[in-house]
C-alpha cells in the first residue's frame, strides 16, 4: 500500500522557522522525483519545490527561493522541507508529491503550516 505522511506543520511566528518531513511507504521512493506543494485557503494548489531522485538536483518557486531548502534521506525514506523567514503568505496545507515514471504520482495528505502573530 502506496502512503505519503507529513509531519512536521503547526503554528509559527513570521520569522520563524519549522522542518516538514513526508516519509514514504509502499513504492520504490529512490526513483522517484519528489516535490512538495502547497495549498492556501480559497487559492489554487502551488508548486513549492522538487529533488530529483538522487537528490543532486532541487528547484524552488520564486516565492520561497532563499527562504525554504528541499532535502531527501533515501535510506529513510523520507523528504524533508526547512522552512525559514516564514511570513503569513506561507500560511497554507503542504503536501508531498511522489513522481515516477509513465507519470505515476502520489500525494500525501497534508500538514498545516500557519504563520502568524
Known amino acids: 500500500q502506496v502512503q505519503l505522511v507529513e509531519s512536521g506543520g503547526g503554528l509559527v511566528q513570521p520569522g520563524g522557522s519549522l522542518r516538514l518531513s513526508c516519509t514514504a511507504s509502499g513504492f520504490m521512493f529512490s526513483t522517484f522525483r519528489m516535490s512538495w506543494y502547497r495549498q492556501a485557503p480559497g487559492k489554487e494548489r502551488e508548486y513549492v519545490a522538487v529533488?530529483?531522485?538522487?537528490?543532486?538536483?532541487?528547484n524552488y518557486a520564486d516565492s520561497v527561493k532563499g527562504r525554504f531548502t528541499i532535502s531527501r534521506d533515501n535510506v529513510k525514506r523520507t523528504v524533508y522541507l526547512q522552512m525559514n523567514s516564514l511570513k503569513p503568505e506561507d500560511t497554507a496545507v503542504y503536501y508531498c508529491?511522489?513522481?515516477?515514471?509513465?507519470?505515476?504520482?502520489?500525494w500525501g495528505q497534508g500538514t498545516q503550516v500557519t504563520v502568524s502573530s
Open positions: 529533488i530529483s531522485s538522487t537528490g543532486g538536483t532541487t
Open positions: 508529491c511522489g513522481s515516477g515514471f509513465s507519470a505515476t504520482e502520489y
